[in-house]
């Protein structure tokens, strides 16, 4: 038994074999812009379940490479045509006011999807991923005055609720603090404010702070590292 005791280490023995283990003391940059580039051409097997938030995957890429400086590393022309046709649009103004949401898709399958017949439908359009839309396009430096962004602004209307919430698409679907982020940002993004009730947003956040001072997803529910959004979007909806 003896003999087993001493197989164990002592914490200050423990301490000293974790100091002897070599810790990197780089980043290794150029790791990192090579995984980034390879995410934005193709979709590794374990990310394949995930092709229909695709848009979302090229937002984190784009804006990591941007981070590491290597925006030369992106066939910009490329990305932002593959965005830009992403984009729903309406075939008339008429139809802005159908309680459709005209923003952009996650991903070329999200853009039409088979119904029980096998017929090929449009699906609706999302305001997660047309936040991520606007932010590579802004990021690569497109000019927005050549966006339609008039039925992103007007259509957006029919997603805020009579609390002053969003739902992410026109039917369906849940609303939490999350939505009215992306709502405000897509609006600062287009500098146009006029798809957004501020009032009933502000009331909405303001419901939202918890008994902690911190913010939950939705009122009455628990405080989350979110709370940073909402001051985030206080100061967006500011007049």
């Given at each position: 038994m003896a003999e087993k005791d001493n197989?164990?280490?002592?914490?200050?023995?423990?301490?000293s074999e974790l100091d002897s283990i070599p810790i990197p003391m780089f980043f290794d940059r150029n790791r990192h812009i090579c995984y980034l580039e390879m995410m934005l051409e193709l979709l590794p097997s374990p990310y394949q379940s995930q092709e229909i938030n695709r848009l979302t995957l090229a937002y984190f890429v784009v804006c990591g490479l941007d981070i590491l400086r290597s925006l030369d590393r992106v066939d910009k022309e490329g990305v932002i045509n593959w965005v830009l046709s992403l984009q729903a649009h309406p075939q008339d103004k008429a139809e802005l006011s159908n309680g459709q949401f005209y923003g952009f898709h996650g991903s070329r399958s999200s853009q039409f999807q088979?119904?029980?017949?096998?017929?090929?439908?449009?699906?609706?359009?999302?305001?997660?991923?047309?936040?991520?839309a606007l932010s590579i396009l802004k990021t690569l430096g497109y000019d927005f005055s050549l966006l339609d962004s008039m039925s992103i602004i007007k259509s957006m209307k029919n997603l805020q609720q009579h609390d002053g919430s969003f739902m992410p698409i026109h039917s369906g679907a849940e609303t939490d603090l999350r939505f009215v982020y992306c709502a405000a940002a897509i609006s600062s993004m287009l500098e146009n404010w006029s798809g957004i009730d501020k009032e009933k947003a502000k009331e909405y956040i303001i419901n939202c702070q918890s008994y902690d001072g911190g913010f939950g997803l939705t009122p009455s529910s628990e405080s989350h590292v979110s709370q940073v959004v909402?001051?985030?979007v206080r100061l967006h909806l500011s007049d």
């Open positions: 197989d164990f280490l002592s914490l200050s023995d423990l301490e088979p119904n029980d017949y096998g017929n090929a439908i449009p699906n609706c359009s999302h305001l997660a991923s047309t936040y991520c909402p001051l985030f």
